[in-house]
């Protein structure tokens, strides 16, 4: 027998065979395994809103977006957990059930209250168990809604709190135009009352010298022809200058919003949209810039990623301080006769020289 042939043999004889094995174990048992990327668990969140509110829109779609940008946030938006029963007395009676349908269930991770009377549905309806975060309210303190700025009172709700944002609206609003009576439209309610702002009204009012011509014959599904019977009124009784609220007759995919703002127009009333751009663009003398609702989105979904991430709600911070941004329109300027003072002209975000209406069915 040759030497290649005892040698090939002595390669694969039982002893050899053997080490060999015990190394391949070895290398396996002490070499590093990469596993498998671990997947995210997915987090459900349900909705509530009043009714249908443009604003209420686009604070939605912006904390949306701010929230799927988040590295390790998979989170889900069912369907069936979404629910806007609309403004009117008959829908609004199904709020309170809605909200204990969306607190009873288990399989939601987070439950968003857009709009004041939503939240307040789900906090009377609240079990302790789902955390709740509250979006789109005209003012959480006024409406008593939380304890106060820092504090919730609730340890499975939060939200976000302006500090001084509509106080800061009629004083700038008071600086350029100098008015002397400023009408408001509202409903009779208490969240009627926040909506409108009328305890900041009133206050300014006192602190600057100017009186409000209120008129709160408003139903809860605000109609064109209240507005306008509204609008009338306090005509009557001696505006001279006018706040554009968040009202559903200023909301274009309900009532014809640039009748009631020619109509303003018309009599040569300045007025003042708490909700901004879309309402100067349209032809409203000035308001709010509200051009990036992206702030706004990105605080909502760092509260949102908290609380997903185990956070208790109330231990996070309310406060956020956006300054104010303005906007102004030159075409209704010169229709009403005002003369917009140099500094104004300087300080402010949007200058819209001319008045374009938004397209029908087109998102502002």
């Known amino acids: 027998m040759n030497r ?24 396996l048992i002490f070499l590093p395994v990469h596993a498998p990327a671990q997947e995210f668990p997915i987090k459900r969140i349900g909705y509530l809103e009043a009714g249908h509110f443009w604003l209420f829109d686009r604070t939605y779609e912006a904390f949306r977006q701010a929230l799927g940008s988040r590295s390790g946030m998979h989170v889900s938006y069912p369907q069936d957990a979404h629910h806007s029963p609309g403004w009117d007395a008959e829908n609004m009676r199904r709020l309170p059930v809605l909200a204990r349908e969306l607190m009873a269930r288990e399989d939601l991770d987070l439950i968003v209250g857009m709009g004041t009377a939503a939240v307040k549905a789900l906090l009377a309806a609240n079990t302790g168990r789902t955390p709740i975060l509250g979006m789109g309210m005209a003012d959480p303190v006024a ?24 106080a800061t609206m009629f004083r700038v609003f008071h600086d350029v135009v100098g008015f002397k009576k400023l009408g408001v439209l509202y409903q009779d309610t208490p969240e009627g009352r926040v909506y409108s702002a009328l305890n900041d009204v009133h206050a300014v009012a006192s602190e600057l010298g100017f009186s409000v011509a209120g008129y709160g014959g408003l139903s809860t599904a605000e109609t064109d022809d209240e507005c306008r019977q509204g609008l009338e009124q306090l005509r009557k009784e001696g505006m001279d200058a006018f706040f554009i609220g968040p009202l559903n007759c200023f909301d274009w995919d309900s009532n014809d919003v640039t009748a009631l703002l020619q109509m303003l127009n018309d009599w040569k009333i300045p007025t003042f949209a708490r909700d901004g751009s879309d309402f100067v663009k349209a032809g409203a003398l000035m308001g709010f810039s509200t051009w990036n609702f992206g702030p706004t989105g990105e605080f909502l979904a760092g509260q949102a990623a908290a609380v997903l991430n185990g956070s208790l709600p109330r231990s996070l911070s309310m406060l956020d301080r956006i300054e104010p941004t303005i906007a102004i329109n030159l075409e209704t300027a010169a229709r009403i006769g005002f003369h917009f003072p140099l500094d104004v002209l300087v300080v402010s975000d949007e200058i819209f020289e001319h008045t374009v209406l938004p397209s029908p069915g087109k998102d502002r």
Not at 11 to 25: D, E, K, N, T, Y
């Open 4 to 27: 290649s042939a005892i040698v090939g043999r002595s390669a694969f004889s039982p002893g050899r065979s053997c080490a060999w094995m015990l190394l391949v174990c070895f290398v």
């Open 143 to 166: 409406a008593g809604v939380v304890r106060d700025m820092t504090d919730s009172g609730v340890d499975n709700f939060t939200c976000q709190v302006v500090p001084d944002r509509w």
